[in-house]
C-alpha cells in the first residue's frame, strides 16, 4: 500500500499523540487502557516510520523521551 507524504506525517502525528495520551494513562493516571504489547505496537510503528522518513521526524517525538 503507498502513502502519500502528507498521509505519512498524518500517520506518524496520529501515533504520537496516541502514544502520549497512554502515557499520560499510564504514568499520571495508573489508568492503562491498552497491553504493554500494544504499547510498544504502536511505538515501534512510529520508530520505524521516523527511520524511514527521518524528515518528518518531530523533535516531540515520543520516541525521543525516556519513560
Not at 4 to 17: D, H, T, V, W, Y
Not at 50 to 66: A, G, I, L, R
Amino acid at each position: 500500500m503507498f502513502l502519500s507524504p502528507k498521509e505519512i506525517q498524518k500517520r506518524m502525528k496520529a501515533l504520537a499523540a496516541e502514544i502520549e495520551r497512554h502515557n499520560k494513562l499510564y504514568y499520571d493516571k495508573s489508568k492503562p487502557e491498552i497491553s504493554d504489547f500494544e504499547f510498544d505496537r504502536l511505538l515501534r510503528e512510529l520508530r520505524d516510520l521516523e527511520e524511514t522518513y527521518p524528515d518528518f521526524k518531530s523533535p516531540d517525538s515520543p520516541t525521543q523521551k525516556v519513560g
